[in-house]
């Protein structure tokens, strides 16, 4: 089986709106585990990316690097970083291009109603997240993508509701468990 390969000239941009080439945030890892938001507002991937952040320093020790990818709303990604501290790289992708690469694109339609995403809504919000602005980019799938420094996809998980990430501890012995 060919691994799929994502073109490591595709660019993204921060939140400042400074391009961002894919190739430039994978060099020097061996690994990169990168984050799908729905929207940087949603609480259940607000949570998600905090706790990712949080073993950034332990990852970049083992040649790990991580970074989250949303498609819009700048000011919600600064809002992450001004606000919970995040330090990784926060990317925004509008036209959804990094999505299209790692087989992400599709919307949840339906399963947006899916109660368990309800309920880690309603979690997230107990665990002192706070909603923002609700953006076009809603409708999206969260995910995970463990890139090497090639592109090459080595591991993903693309959630099937609201709030469907895997735990983050199972996404980092993913990661290194990979050669």
Known sequence: MTATLVP????LTDPEGRLVRLGDLLAGNRFTVIQLVRYF??????EWCVELDAQGAGLAEAGIGVASVGGSADYQAQWLRDEKGVSMP???DPEHEFREAVGAAAPLGVRMLNPRGAVAYVGSLRRGYRPQSITRDTV???GVVILDEAGSIRWQHIGKRIG???PVEQVIAAAAALR
Request: proline share 16%.
């Open 8 to 11: 490591t000239d595709l660019t």
């Open 41 to 46: 507002g949603c609480l259940p991937c607000q």
């Open 90 to 92: 926060l990317l925004l």
């Open 140 to 142: 999206r799938s969260p």
């Open 164 to 166: 469907d990430y895997p």
